[in-house]
């Protein structure tokens, strides 16, 4: 099946960037997703991008896409603790079955 | 206003016996998920109900059914329970089915 992958974790300092990377296999992917879990809680989506564009900037986020690589990155700038959370990439296929791939999840720390 | 909600939020019970969890949407979507999110927060998708029609069933065993009475509700029955069920549920919903899902706070049923 299709596969999506991502570091487990991801350790900043608060005031710095962060990036946190997503690969993915299916080429025929329309939109991938950036989803926020704070401990305990669900999943919240942050932000899209479907696979005709290849950046998106919303406020502190960035994501960039290079769909020649299948790789998928999430910027979050000027870093803040409230930003520690364990952030997953997601992708839909094209292809007809729409099931929803998750990537395992990066745990972003943010210290100060 | 609560826009997918799940009852019960915790679950505990003994192998063996059969539990139901329930959640609902306010958003008008036409799509609902279940997703079950093991201990190393690997979220994998088990079911999706389209206009109360089933068009996703992952590989689960036949002791999960999910039911839908309506379109704002998706049900997780779940027999004889086992130590490996024990996991978080996630129900999301989404307008249409390649769109972003909006996520539950979960569900953490432990089985002893």
């Known amino acids: 099946g299709e596969d999506v992958e991502q570091s487990l974790f991801l350790s900043v300092r608060e005031g710095d960037s962060s990036v946190i990377n997503c690969t993915y296999t299916d080429s025929s992917s329309t939109y991938l997703y950036w989803y926020k879990q704070e401990p305990g809680a669900g999943l919240q989506l942050l932000t899209y991008?479907?696979?005709?564009?290849d950046m998106k900037q919303d406020q502190r986020l960035t994501v960039l896409l290079n769909k020649k690589d299948k790789h998928l990155s999430l910027r979050i700038a000027d870093t803040q603790t409230g930003d520690s959370a364990i952030y997953f990439c997601a992708e839909i296929s094209g292809g007809g079955s729409y099931i929803p791939t998750f990537g395992r999840g990066t745990s972003l720390i943010v210290h100060p | 206003d609560t826009a997918v909600s799940q009852t019960p939020k915790y679950l505990v019970t003994q192998m063996g016996n059969d539990k139901s969890i329930k959640c609902e949407q306010n958003?008008?979507?036409?799509?609902m998920y279940w997703y079950k999110q093991d201990s190393k927060k690997f979220l994998k998708i088990m079911f999706s109900y389209n206009n109360k029609e089933l068009i996703i069933n992952e590989t689960v065993p036949n002791r999960f059914s999910p039911k839908s009475p309506d379109k704002a509700h998706l049900n997780l029955h779940i027999n004889s329970l086992e130590l490996g069920d024990s996991a978080v549920y996630f129900c999301a919903s989404s307008q249409g089915t390649a769109s972003e899902q909006f996520f539950g706070p979960g569900t953490r049923l432990t089985v002893l």
């Open positions: 958003l008008g979507h036409d799509t």
């Open positions: 991008i479907f696979s005709n564009m």
